[in-house]
Every structure is written in C-alpha cells, then in structure tokens.
C-alpha cells in the first residue's frame, strides 16, 4: 500500500525551532523526488522545498535561509527543519512524494500526505 505520513507539527513560540518528518511506505519505490508544501486556511497550497534523489535541494525563495530540508534514504523518512519561526509560518505543511507505486501501473505520480498543522503563536 502507498501512503505518506507526517508525524510531528504542533504549536510552538515564534523564534522557535521544528522539525517535521515525512514518512513514506513501502508502496512507494522509485523516488524522484519528495516535496514539502503548506497551505494556509482558504487559500492555495505552495512549495516550500524538495530534495532529489541525487541529493539536490531547492526551496522557495522566503523559507531559503530558515528551513533546510533533508532526508534518511533507509528509514524512507525526509524531514523539513524550521528554524526561527514566526506567526506567518502557522499553516498546514503536506509532504508529497514523487515515485511509482505499487499501484501506478509504471507510472510517476505524487502521493501526498493528509497534512500537519504547525502553528507559531506567543
């Protein structure tokens, strides 16, 4: 079975570090690439960072110098480190995969997790 997992979140002090983790199954081979997104209440899902299997990072421009994203290959875990965060950061973080799957018939698709709620507040 294919499916992402994002266990962490959770609220915390601006100035404050977190760190989530996206776990994906076994169902999910092949992987490209795994991204992190989030999403403020009512409004359009964005990218936040993604990291290759060759390793390499990308990450939109405003989380660049506060969020490095990296990955356990074995424990098929990437995490996405926050560091001095600030209200605006509260929004819910989706990870996704991008890999075949045991059900992809071949294909490349993006699995995505139900999304973890972090919430930055004093």
């Known amino acids: 079975q294919a499916y992402v997992a994002e266990p962490g979140g959770g609220s915390v002090q601006p100035g404050w570090s977190l760190r989530l983790s996206c776990v994906y199954s076994g169902g999910i081979f092949a992987v490209v690439s795994v991204d992190w997104h989030r999403q403020p209440p009512g409004k359009q899902r964005d990218f936040v960072a993604r990291?290759?299997?060759?390793?390499?990072?990308k990450y939109a421009d405003p989380e660049r110098w506060r969020f490095t994203i990296s990955r356990d290959r074995y424990a098929r875990t990437t995490y996405l480190q926050m560091d001095s965060l600030r209200p605006d950061d509260s929004d819910v973080y989706y990870c996704?995969?991008?890999?075949?799957?045991?059900?992809?018939?071949?294909?490349?698709?993006?699995?995505w997790g139900q999304g973890t709620q972090v919430t930055v507040s004093s």
């Open positions: 996704a995969v991008n890999a075949r799957t045991t059900t992809s018939q071949g294909y490349y698709v993006m699995t």
């Open positions: 990291i290759f299997n060759n390793g390499e990072r």
